[in-house]
């Protein structure tokens, strides 16, 4: 059993995309080729924001938002402590100060409460607060209208880091409209993925996707050879954007599909297991499909029963970055993080993508429950 497997879904899309990398190698137009503007199309009209603007990677995508935003030295970011490093790596990279905020443990996403406590502390480090930089972990989106709230009061700006979660809806608005910039990832286990890294910026603001499609061109003018700003070189691909339209065109039919996986996981499991939770009037794409287990031991137990059967599990995130020697750091006296720190002791992902059959699903769920079983009666007698 794969935890993701991209090998059935080449299988299903092989014929399309050979044509069109064969199409690609023989215009020889391998930078800024029409598929490239061919792909921001389509991705703008799937997300409902009015632009997008490509880019080689999801953290460069970020890091594109960061520098059109203008960040540097004495501003702060703030960000979820439980997230992939690339979510405080381009604050840090501009010389600027990625804030780490403790996260909800229902949601996994940043906490409110923390949040406002992380704006006081760093105002009073003499810190300047201008972004909050929320991660829709495992594919579900943050509260966007709670951070709103937060944002306006506080006069920050929101910029969503939707590497998990480009499919997701959050009160029947598509992830892209959400936020006024959007960062996305297409790393090949993202929920959709190239066959190489590529990641985009989704934006309805025109003046800021002028400003970013300058930085991704190595900060580009009215032509080539005027340079208005310092930039980039982050551009997709031509051949990664010609594979991300077959993908793409197949991507509503996936999401259904894992959106399925995991109502039956949740289904099956949810009596004996904490399972992950949909808010209302939201929906998951699923990016991971995370349990939440009593303590490390359980964890470590309930992995490896599900390894001896064939099954592939996965933690993220193992330690939180604060606590990680490249961002202690930026940690300010006195904050804790103490959801993310169980969270990381004690989270597990099951294996979950489109292709995943109810004879695997089974595998799965009669592994975790006979598990469960097993827990009870040892701790019964012990
Ligand atoms: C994957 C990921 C990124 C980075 O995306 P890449 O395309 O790998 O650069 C950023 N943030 C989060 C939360 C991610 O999961």
Redesign the pocket.
């Known amino acids: 059993m794969e935890f993701i497997d991209l090998k059935t879904q080449y299988k299903r899309i092989e014929e399309k995309v050979q044509l069109r990398i064969k199409q690609v190698l023989e215009s020889t137009q391998f930078i800024m080729g029409p598929e490239v503007e061919a792909l921001e199309v389509a991705l703008a009209e799937f997300s409902s924001a009015k632009y997008a603007i490509t880019a080689s ?6 890091l594109m938002i960061m520098m059109a935003y203008g960040i540097g030295p004495g501003d702060a970011v703030f960000v979820p402590a439980f ?2 490093p ?2 405080p790596e381009v604050v840090a990279l501009l010389g600027g100060s990625p804030i780490f905020v403790d996260v909800n443990p229902r949601t996994f996403n940043l906490d409110v409460a923390s949040l406002k406590q992380a704006i006081a502390s760093c105002r009073l480090e003499g810190l300047n607060p201008k972004i909050i930089l929320a ?1 829709d ?1 495992y594919g579900h989106p943050a509260d966007y209208d709670e951070l709103d709230e937060i944002a306006k009061t506080e006069g920050l700006e929101i910029v969503a ?1 939707a ?2 979660s480009f499919g997701a809806t959050y009160k029947g608005k598509r992830v892209g409209a959400l936020a006024t910039c959007t ?1 996305v ?3 090949p286990a ?1 929920p959709l993925g190239c066959y190489g ?3 985009a910026v989704l934006t309805s603001n025109e003046a800021l996707a002028d400003k970013l499609k300058s930085i991704r061109a190595h900060g580009k003018g009215q032509d080539k050879y005027d340079t208005v700003r310092v930039g980039l070189n982050a551009r997709m691909d031509t051949l990664q954007a010609a594979i991300l339209l077959e993908k793409l065109a197949i991507f509503p039919d996936e999401i259904a599909r894992r959106q399925a996986v995991a109502e039956r996981y949740t289904n099956k499991l949810h009596s004996v297991f904490s399972v992950p939770e949909v808010a209302t009037n939201c929906s998951s794409v699923w ?1 991971q499909y995370t349990l939440k287990l009593a303590s490390r031991d359980v964890r470590a137990r309930l992995q490896s029963k599900l390894k001896s059967a064939g099954v592939p599990t996965a933690v993220y995130y193992p330690k939180p970055l604060p606590y990680q020697n490249a961002y202690k750091e930026y940690v300010i006296a006195g904050q804790h993080f103490t959801n993310a720190e169980k969270l990381s002791d004690t989270v597990l992902s099951l294996p979950m993508h489109p292709y995943l059959n109810v004879g695997e699903q089974n595998t799965v769920i009669d592994n975790a429950l006979s598990f469960a079983n097993e827990e009870v009666l040892e701790n019964a007698t012990a």
């Open positions: 990677s999801g953290t460069d995508a970020l997230t992939f690339a979510t991660v972990l880091d590497a998990q960062a990832s297409f790393f993202k890294d590529g990641g990016a």
